[in-house]
């Protein structure tokens, strides 16, 4: 399985040369590798029915204690079905959707990654993988969402898709680590075979705010919902890829694969069911504010999301089922229903379904498709999504807590989503013939298969849905860490649930006729939703954009001695708080000084001071000069020579280059006043003193045995030298001493270009220089 995923990102890396090969056919190409998932996924089903899950463990980091674990359990083969069998649909689809696109080549990479990176996810055992993987789906669909990178609106989606989903992504980071620090444990599986409940642990609060809001970011939950319809901007084959296996997903998923160790608590159980419940109404009210077909999809896809949220929070056995069939009738009905809107656009040339009407006899298969996917998303007898439909407002029914207020969340949301269905279903294909931008067409076969098959599967599943029970109950275990004997059924004789299924027909179908009617009084809500959560997001955008410009303005302003300014600041801050507040200076030494020993030090001030205070850059070069060759005879006094002689080349290298560019500097000139002089002295002399203190501090402290003793006994037998300090050069920290001489060579580099520029040859004419130089 391992090899499996690594062969998936190979396979994107080799797009550009498989589309040299096989030009307009590398879609069918690609396509092989889902369904060969696919078929893979089906053959071990049996021993996941038999077994509950099986582990496949690679290890990649052993000293690390890091291994590379994909765990298939009834979730995940769930979840990798969908990924997988809707991920052939999507790439044939692509091929005739963006047929003679020049950037086809780039899609396909970006969507063959997308697509590994949401099987890894779902297959990933180890919290690590699993957050690698999560994060490699937020960088993809940013690259698939913004694919139409000419267009403004697609970078501008594309971006809040993605600081949406990695904020929430760093959020997760935090909570898997809390998790695996409650724990004790790193590995899904091992977490779930502890018996240690995790929900009396005092990190729990912590840990499962931290993942919630990473779920619910990247699941487009309330308030995070708004990010989800923008994501339209992207190509339809993504967009159909990513409402119905893919990316917003992913948050269910993680929810649903927590749910047997950290769910049932009154903290779970109320923010699912309310978040979920609010969503689930959110994304049904405002689709039928939209004229636009893929914002009706998109916006039909928060609602669903906010349904399995909200089950995942009821978290009976009945709710767990309700889940499952909920998810798979999603998952078919919604990557048909994009497809057929992508036919349409291609189509006509208009998104706009009240600008469409009549093509039922100019597009007969598309107008079939679109009916049988649409009746599935209204809950409409015999398709899948009546079963799911019926299942959720027994759920709800049953939760034990918020139920009024999850029924009647229910119940309106389910209206308004048969007004959605409807919309979609019957407002292009009839009624009057409209007049469209482009002439309406059949689409090809290309995009047709894979919306008519998922269409198909929703009536088959319908009709028979015994097919789907072993896969139902193997997930509904893996749910609640129970076996499970749960099957689907189309019929469970006349109950309640049937009642508001039957009654939510009617109403949203009367809803659906007043629809015209209904949409500008809608409109007058607009000036409230300019006040909704992603008003807040852009206010926050453009608030940091503000910030970033003043801080830019105030420590970015280009000035040197401005920046030094502030490094010092900080750092004379940071040694305050370290040695004067929170420990007190250890300082204890002996002075025996010697006469030469006081005249190197006083010369190698007067340098420092002289350097300060002259005019002259030559006099101030000579006085650094001065201040190396003091310390040279520091290191020979005690015993360094090598040392020594190092820091007489540095110096006479150092003195060579200054010399050489004194000429190309103006003259000094006082660009600042008598107290910033004075505040510049005062923080200098704050830094040396504190330097100092942390010198001596440090000198005093003895927490460790010195390193010395180590290399004077090692330096012989270990390295083969008897000069310790080459040793440690060339031999202990041997790549460090490596970058240093690269930093030698680019420095060296500098010099040789320095010596051979021509000055006088490059000088134009000579011109007063107007600007200040801060030098």
């Not at 049904?284 to 999809?297: D, E, G, P």
């Not at 040695?579 to 010369?603: A, K």
């Not at 910033?676 to 002295?681: I, L, N, Q, S």
Request: aromatic share 10%; net charge neutral.
């Amino acid at each position: 399985m391992q090899l499996t995923v690594i062969a998936g990102f190979i396979l994107a890396a080799t797009v550009p040369l498989l589309h040299r090969w096989f030009g307009e056919r590398t879609s069918l190409v690609l396509a092989l590798y889902p369904a060969l998932l696919a078929v893979w996924l089906l053959e071990q089903m049996p021993e996941v029915l038999a077994q509950g899950n099986l582990l496949f463990e690679w290890q990649w980091v052993p000293s690390l204690g890091i291994s590379l674990t994909f765990m298939l359990d009834g979730l995940a083969l769930l979840f990798g079905l969908l990924i997988s069998v809707i991920g052939v649909f999507v790439l044939i689809y692509a091929g005739g959707y963006l047929r003679n696109h020049t950037d086809l080549p780039r899609f396909h990479i970006a969507l063959m990654a997308f697509m590994v990176s949401m099987f890894g996810l779902v297959l990933a055992d180890d919290l690590l993988t699993l957050f690698i993987f999560w994060e490699l789906t937020s960088i993809t669909s940013y690259l698939l969402i913004g694919f139409n990178h000419d267009d403004l609106e697609a970078r501008k989606s594309a971006r809040q898709g993605l600081f949406v989903t990695v904020a929430g992504g760093l959020a997760l980071m935090a909570g898997l680590v809390l998790l695996g620090v409650a724990s004790g444990h790193w590995s899904l599986s091992e977490i779930r075979a502890d018996d240690t409940d995790l929900r009396e642990h005092a990190l729990y609060t912590p840990l499962l705010i931290c993942l919630l809001i990473g779920a619910f970011t990247k699941s487009a939950q309330f308030p995070f919902h708004f990010w989800l319809p923008n994501a339209m901007a992207a190509p339809t084959p993504v967009s159909a890829y990513l409402h119905s296996a893919t990316m917003v997903k992913a948050g269910i998923y993680l929810l649903a694969r927590l749910h047997p160790e950290l769910g049932g608590t009154a903290l779970w159980v109320t923010v699912l069911s309310v978040v979920g419940g609010l969503t689930m109404f959110t994304g049904a009210f405002l689709a039928i504010r939209f004229t636009n077909v893929k914002k009706l999809l998109a916006y039909s896809t928060v609602m669903a999301l906010g349904a399995l949220t909200m089950l995942l929070g009821i978290g009976t056995p009945a709710a767990m089922v309700a889940f499952v069939a909920f998810l798979m009738a999603h998952s078919l009905y919604k990557g048909s229903l994009f497809m057929v809107a992508g036919a349409l656009d291609h189509s006509t040339g208009t998104k706009d379904v009240t600008a469409m009407g009549g093509l039922r006899s100019l597009m007969p298969v598309t107008s079939v498709i679109a009916f049988f996917a649409a009746l599935s998303l209204a809950g409409v007898p015999p398709l899948l999504g009546f079963i799911g439909k019926e299942l959720m407002f027994e759920a709800a029914l049953g939760a034990n807590a918020f139920q009024l207020l999850l029924v009647l969340l229910a119940f309106a949301s389910a209206i308004l989503t048969i007004a959605v269905a409807a919309i979609i279903a019957l407002r292009p294909f009839y009624g009057p013939r409209l007049i469209t931008p482009r002439v309406p067409h059949e689409a090809p076969l290309s995009m047709l298969l894979g919306p008519g098959i998922l269409a198909s599967l929703s009536l088959l599943l319908g009709v028979f849905p015994g097919v789907a029970s072993d896969l139902t109950a193997a997930t509904v275990t893996s749910l609640t860490g129970q076996p499970s004997d749960a099957y689907l059924s189309l019929w469970h004789g006349f109950n309640l649930p049937l009642l508001m299924s039957i009654i939510s027909l009617a109403l949203g179908f009367l809803a659906f006729k007043r629809w015209d009617r209904l949409r500008p009084k809608l409109a007058l809500l607009a000036p409230l939703m300019r006040y909704g959560p992603e008003a807040g997001y852009e206010a926050l955008i453009d608030n940091i954009a503000r910030f970033s410009v003043w801080q830019t303005k105030v420590l970015q302003n280009g000035y040197m001695r401005n920046y030094i300014l502030v490094m010092l600041l900080t750092l004379i801050g940071l040694l305050i708080n370290s040695i004067l507040v929170r420990h007190s200076p250890l300082i204890s030494f002996s002075l025996d000084v010697r006469f030469y020993e006081v005249m190197v030090v006083g010369t190698l001030a007067m340098g420092a001071l002289f350097a300060t205070l002259t005019r002259s850059r030559l006099g101030a070069v000579v006085s650094v000069g001065v201040m190396g060759l003091s310390i040279a005879l520091t290191f020979i006094f005690f015993s360094a020579p090598d040392l020594g002689i190092t820091q007489l080349l540095v110096e006479t290298l150092t003195v060579m280059l200054l010399v050489l560019v004194l000429f190309r500097l103006p003259r000094f000139t006082s660009f600042s006043t008598t107290l910033e002089r004075v505040r510049d002295g005062l923080i200098a002399g704050a830094m040396g003193v504190l330097i100092c203190l942390l010198i001596l501090t440090a000198w005093s402290i003895d927490q460790f045995a010195p390193i010395s003793g180590y290399m004077i006994e090692n330096s012989a037998p270990l390295a083969y030298g008897r000069n310790i300090v080459n040793v440690i050069l060339v031999d202990y920290r041997a790549l460090d001493t490596l970058g240093e001489m690269f930093v030698l060579a680019l420095a060296a580099i500098g010099v040789i270009a320095m010596l051979k520029f021509d000055h006088k040859s490059s000088q134009g004419p000579r011109t007063e220089r107007k600007e200040p130089y801060d030098g």
